[in-house]
């Protein structure tokens, strides 16, 4: 099945700084990468996403890389407030079908200092 | 719209009783999704239903679990006997038809502790 790194497992950054959290995965069928943001005592949601026919995708201040070849896939905030101070897990899938099934990885707790 | 709904949010238990958590998805979603988050192993697939049919259930640890979507809108994911190392926050989640839409919505979880 699919296997899902994510580094780092724990990224601070000061106010304004960029911040860039990295997964690998396994399984090079997978099609669909996630990222979701889960504040303390909260419930997990999604960000932004990326399927495999995508390089790149921005959405205001967060961005997603992907590199099929390497297998690995990349989010990056710019100009962190610490609002954006949370766990964040990226995820893939082969999604297709029925299956709609995701691999998490570990997470990244991300704090922004002020 | 009232998002996932999960219930109870909070349960304590000693070991070996039963544990029954309830699942409202999303109307209109037809894919349902348990999962288990634990700071050790992160968030882990427990099982999924597609119209109300389990698709997937090797995530299932073991036999104390097992969960049922007997209509469209209510899913149970019921553990008996219970034991300390099941002591988590178990999410369901839901997701709406249609093969460009993935994005899955997470309920608020119930956060499960046995003493």
């Known amino acids: 099945g699919e296997n899902v790194e994510q580094h780092p497992s724990t990224l601070s950054v000061q106010e304004g700084d960029s911040a860039v959290i990295k997964c690998t995965y396994s399984?090079?069928?997978?099609?669909?990468f996630p990222w979701y943001k889960q504040e303390l005592g909260k419930r997990p949601q999604l960000i932004i996403d990326?399927?495999?026919?995508?390089g790149e995708k921005k959405d205001q201040r967060i961005a997603v890389t992907l590199n099929k070849t390497a297998k690995h896939f990349s989010l990056h905030i710019t100009e962190t407030q610490p609002e954006d101070s949370a766990v964040y897990f990226c995820?893939?899938?082969?999604?297709?079908?029925?299956?709609?099934?995701?691999?998490f990885g570990k997470g990244t707790l991300l704090t922004v200092n002020p | 719209d009232a998002g996932v709904i999960q219930s109870p949010r909070h349960e304590v238990t000693e070991m070996g009783q039963e544990v029954t958590l309830r699942c409202k998805p999303i109307?209109?979603?037809?894919?349902l999704f348990w999962y288990r988050q634990t700071m050790m192993r992160g968030l882990e697939l427990l099982i999924y239903?597609?119209?109300?049919?389990?698709?997937?259930d090797s995530g299932m640890p073991e036999d104390r679990f097992s969960a049922k979507m007997p209509n469209a809108s209510f899913s149970t994911l019921k553990i008996q006997p219970s034991e300390p190392r099941d002591s988590a926050v178990y999410f369901c989640?839901?997701?709406?038809?249609?093969?460009?839409?993935?994005?899955?919505?997470f309920g608020p979880g119930t956060r499960l502790t046995v003493t």
């Open positions: 989640a839901s997701t709406p038809p249609g093969l460009a839409v993935y994005e899955q919505y």
């Open positions: 399984d090079s069928a997978s099609n669909y």
């Open positions: 990326i399927r495999s026919n995508v």
């Open positions: 995820a893939a899938s082969r999604s297709g079908g029925s299956n709609y099934k995701l691999t």
């Open positions: 109307s209109g979603h037809d894919y």
């Open positions: 239903f597609n119209n109300n049919v389990p698709i997937d």
